[in-house]
T-cell receptor, first 112, second 115 residues
Framework: AQRVTQPEKLLSVFKGAPVELKCNYSYSGSPELFWYVQYSRQRLQLLLRHISRESIKGFTADLNKGETSFHLKKPFAQEEDSAMYYCALSGRRETSGSRLTFGEGTQLTVNP | GAGVSQSPSNKVTEKGKDVELRCDPISGHTALYWYRQRLGQGLEFLIYFQGNSAPDKSGLPSDRFSAERTGESVSTLTIQRTQQEDSAVYLC?????????????FGPGTRLLVL
């Protein structure tokens, strides 16, 4: 079975401080991992995926297979980063395409 | 272009009634997913459509839930004899081919409240 755990429901930091949103997963194969973000009154949207190895809005995430983690990091948080962040995993099942398994989400608040 | 749209945006119904939720995917997207999000929880997979293949219904919580999709267009999720535990936001997503690496584009959701 595949599972995603985000241990922090709420995370609050000050503007300019580093931020790390934790994500751990369990999956027996080789997973695809994603971070999705939902800003206030907006729809859920992709922030970044591990396969792209890119930085989006200053955020990065590294897949650590040894620790089965995919933590999201940003060195200097901005107020506009305040949002709900979901870590998600896509395993490969022949009959279910890239169905996503989501964590419960972390509400990030960046205070001025 | 237009994103994924869903209707209605909100639905209040009485326990025992049937409800039908609609999803219009992005034009040309062959893969369509339904997810459910209960208050304070992550999204749960419900059902997946890929082109003309048989849908994967493995996430449907009970036989009161069903969904249809005509070709690569609109999908409807039907909940029969609604229960209070069905109250949630129902999200639809679509992607181009349904591969693992693809971005899923989400609709705004339908917020269902069963009284």
């Amino acid at each position: 079975a595949q599972r995603v755990t985000q241990p922090e429901k709420l995370l609050s930091v000050f503007k300019g401080a580093p931020v790390e949103l934790k994500c751990n997963y369990s999956y027996s194969g080789s997973p695809e991992l994603f971070w999705y973000v939902q800003y206030s009154r907006q729809r859920l949207q992709l922030l970044l995926r591990h396969i792209s190895r890119e930085s989006i809005k200053g955020f990065t995430a590294d897949l650590n297979k040894g620790e089965t983690s995919f933590h999201l990091k940003k060195p200097f948080a901005q107020e506009e980063d305040s949002a709900m962040y979901y870590c998600a995993l896509s395993g490969r099942r022949e009959t279910s395409g890239s169905r996503l398994t989501f964590g419960e989400g972390t509400q990030l608040t960046v205070n001025p | 272009g237009a994103g994924v749209s869903q209707s209605p945006s909100n639905k209040v119904t009485e326990k025992g009634k049937d409800v039908e939720l609609r999803c219009d995917p992005i034009s040309g997207h062959t893969a369509l997913y339904w997810y459910r999000q209960r208050l304070g929880q992550g999204l749960e997979f419900l059902i997946y459509f890929q082109g003309n293949s048989a849908p994967d219904k493995s996430g449907l919580p009970s036989d009161r839930f069903s969904a249809e999709r005509t070709g690569e267009s609109v999908s409807t999720l039907t909940i029969q004899r609604t229960q209070q535990e069905d109250s949630a936001v129902y999200l639809c997503a679509s992607s181009l081919f349904g591969t693992r690496q693809e971005t899923q584009y989400f609709g705004p959701g339908t917020r269902l409240l069963v009284l």
